[in-house]
């Protein structure tokens, strides 16, 4: 990687971060609170920038959300939730750490594989390298990058809490009947949330990226 590809990438790391922390600070943008939950699209920023840039920024860019969900949650909690992603509230832990960041980190990554792996698959396909072809395989790369990352978030957020909050989670929740009876809550809350996340996710990161991979003027 030569001086100028590195520096344009760490202004767009700068550039992305930043939108991170507008979204996590302006109330009902990125983290948008339903009571006991909240929901979020921080998660785009994230796929955008690792598709963009490459796994390892991505990786930071998640970092980030993972930071703006801590800070959110120790310095103003939304929700009787808040915990999970906060040490310092009652009922955290330790684990209220790898539920705060580990998800958000992977989201970088397993989105930028995800589009990478998707998009060589229909290339290889395409012998004749025919141009609505390779866009096609572009779009539907993209899609599935944006539903790879989102789910990345929701699936290890929600079984993490299962695993390091399973007594305090079900009794914020007002869950009765052990581990079983709150497992399939937060099945309904993954179906709920997390299936129109990955939708918006998926729509928003094809819209986007098929412009900006046009544009740019650097290679992840």
């Given amino acids: 990687m030569n001086i100028e590809t590195k520096t344009a990438k760490m202004v767009l790391t700068g550039i992305f971060s930043a939108i991170i922390i507008v979204m996590a600070s302006v109330p009902f943008l990125g983290f948008i609170p339903l009571g006991v939950i909240s929901v979020t699209i921080l998660q785009i920023p994230v796929i955008i920038g690792a598709i963009l840039l490459g796994p390892k920024y991505g990786a930071f860019l998640g970092f980030m959300f993972g930071l703006c969900s801590f800070l959110n949650a120790t310095l103003r909690p939304t929700s009787l939730s808040a915990f999970v992603f906060t040490p310092f509230l009652a009922n955290g832990n330790l684990g209220s750490l790898v539920v705060c960041f580990v998800p958000r980190i992977l989201i970088g990554v397993t989105s930028y594989y995800s589009y990478k792996w ?92 098929k412009v900006l991979l046009h544009i740019r003027f650097i290679h992840a």
């Fill in 118 to 209: 998707i998009k060589g698959h229909f290339d290889k396909k395409n012998k004749k390298q025919d141009k609505k072809l390779r866009k096609a395989a572009e779009s539907k790369a993209l899609l599935a990058a944006g539903v790879v990352g989102s789910m990345t978030n929701t699936l290890l957020v929600m079984n993490f809490i299962f695993v390091f909050f399973t007594e305090s989670y079900a009794k914020v929740m007002g869950i009765t009947g052990g581990a079983a009876s709150l497992y399939w809550f937060i099945m309904g809350i993954i179906g709920v949330n997390g299936i129109p996340e990955a939708i918006a996710s998926a729509f928003i990161t094809a819209a986007v990226l």
